[in-house]
């Protein structure tokens, strides 16, 4: 049953998430390159999944990259917990095929929480700032592997803090 549970919340944080980028996709203007990646981290000894959806333009400052994106993220520590956050960063990455970065997003958005043994949700509005670090790998001549690691502080108090790694594909606007 708790298989079952985790594998709904799962794919309706994928679906909520993916209807954003829907949404998100169709309003931006392109940017060079896009990514998709699948987040993971764990908090007071529980599991957190995400989606994170980026579009980044490399063409505003040099060694640099503007994004707009969306994160999305379910925290197994509360029944249900979901949450979609608008993102906006910059990241300063080396030149070259593989492509090391460091970066900082700021997020707004809204969460939705169900304690354990309740059945009312609270709802909430929050923010937060988001240091992070990764690698971008080519895999072809227009797509790369992008591999990174962030910490989320968020206004809801340093017990909603968390670290997410994260695994995604990405790809060059022609």
């Known amino acids: 049953m708790l298989r079952k549970r985790r594998a709904g919340l799962i794919a309706g944080t ?3 998430s993916l209807g954003v980028i829907l949404l998100l ?15 993971y981290g764990r908090n007071d000894g529980e599991d957190q ?11 505003l400052l040099e060694g640099a990259a503007v994004y707009v994106g969306v ?6 520590r509360y029944e249900k917990y979901t949450s979609a956050d608008l993102e906006l960063g910059v ?11 460091i970066g900082l ?3 707004f958005g809204f969460s939705a929480t169900r304690e354990k043994g309740t059945s009312d949700y609270e709802n909430d509005w929050q923010a937060g700032v988001m240091p992070e670090a ?5 895999v072809s001549e227009n797509a790369f592997l992008s591999i990174s690691g962030r910490y989320l ?5 340093r017990d909603e803090d968390c670290w997410l790694a994260g695994i995604g594909l990405g790809w060059e606007s022609d």
Do not use: E
Request: aromatic share 6%; net charge negative.
């Open 105 to 107: 997003a700021g997020t």
């Open 134 to 138: 990764g690698i971008d790998l080519p």
């Open 49 to 59: 999944y995400g989606v994170q959806y980026l579009d980044l333009n490399d063409g």
């Open 14 to 16: 994928f679906l909520q």
């Open 91 to 101: 990241r300063l990455h080396a030149g070259g095929k593989i492509q090391p970065w």
């Open 153 to 157: 502080v968020t206004t809801d108090g």
């Open 71 to 76: 994160l999305s993220v379910i925290d197994r």
């Open 25 to 39: 996709a169709g309003a931006a203007n392109g940017g060079d390159r896009t990514s998709i990646d699948v987040l």
